[in-house]
């Protein structure tokens, strides 16, 4: 048996409470899908364990003046949302990609990016759609850029005492295309090799604002500034596709490590291929709405 106390708050001045007062002995858990498995494998518990299953309001999906997603809302939710999937279809795509369904009706995506694991499917998402992570704390909230919340690998911005609430995404990503690809041996219950977003926005068959998000492909998810730089302004052509996918695979714009699922060299193949992929997916989802 692993020994370790659980809360179980009702609100969230309860958990600023329990963080307070045992501060670094405790952890926080919403779905536990990444918590208790790491428990599991480390057989190592923290002394406390803060539940935050009991703030129900943490749980939505909503649009007003851009869109707003509750920490706590599953991954299921995300996949049956029909305002996810028409208007923000990377996000579609990576949260019905996570696990099984019975994984994804307890996974929530606040514990998906404070997990912040490198292969993280809800991640690559979310930095093509320039999300803000909402976090709370004693003192108030604060927003920070996705693509600055990421400090290492399992490393975030987040401060002892501080809670993940919410994340904003812009009204004008509605405009933009979008998807994400996660390259895998087998089509469920596997961690990626490799994930690769894109958003697109479009003026005609012209290129004017574009997003490149991977993930294992570097110690944290980034975004690949350097190749989307290069669409702008450009043709939406084969060519210049591909040239994308070469500028996302350099090293200016990512740095892939071998490890047992896929070597260095085999992911920057990958990236290289699916960018221009996942560049005409989202203008097909631009084209037929």
């Known amino acids: 048996m692993i020994d370790y106390d659980y809360k179980k708050p009702e609100s969230l001045e ?5 963080l307070k007062e045992y501060g670094p002995k405790a952890t926080l858990i919403a779905g536990g899908t990444d918590v208790m498995v790491n428990i599991r494998n480390t057989k190592k518990a923290p002394e406390v364990l803060i539940s935050l299953r009991g703030l ?26 029909e305002l996810v999937k028409t208007e923000l279809s990377a996000l579609y795509d990576g ?27 809800t991640a690559g998402p979310l930095l093509v759609l320039d999300a803000q992570v909402v976090l709370e704390g004693p003192k108030g909230r604060r927003n920070v850029p996705i693509a ?29 295309g979008s998807a994400y690809w996660k390259h895998s041996r087998r089509k469920a219950m596997n961690l990626p090799i490799l994930g690769i977003a894109v958003s697109l926005k479009l003026d005609d068959e012209t290129i ?5 998000g991977l993930t294992v492909a570097a110690p944290t998810p980034v975004r ?45 193949e990958i990236i290289e291929v699916y960018v221009a992929r996942m560049a005409m997916l989202a203008a097909e989802k631009i084209k037929n709405r």
């Open 14 to 18: 309860e958990v600023f409470s329990l």
């Open 224 to 268: 690949a500034y350097k190749a989307e730089e290069f669409l702008k302004g450009k043709q939406l052509t084969g060519d210049v596709l591909k040239e994308a996918g070469k500028i996302a695979a350099s090293p200016e714009c990512c740095s892939p490590r071998d490890s047992i699922r896929g070597e260095a060299w085999y992911r920057r």
């Open 95 to 121: 949260a019905s990609r996570i696990g099984s369904v019975q994984v994804r009706n307890v996974a929530t995506i606040g514990g998906n990016i404070c997990n912040a694991a490198p292969s993280a499917d």
């Open 56 to 81: 129900k309001d943490l749980r939505y999906i909503k649009k007003n003046k851009g869109y707003h997603i509750g920490a706590l809302t599953t991954h299921r939710m995300l996949e049956l949302s």
């Open 208 to 212: 004017t604002d574009a997003r490149i």
């Open 148 to 176: 600055e919340f990421f400090t290492g690998t399992y490393k975030t911005v987040r401060k002892q005492g501080e809670v993940l609430v919410e994340f904003q995404i812009p009204a004008e990503m509605g405009h933009f």
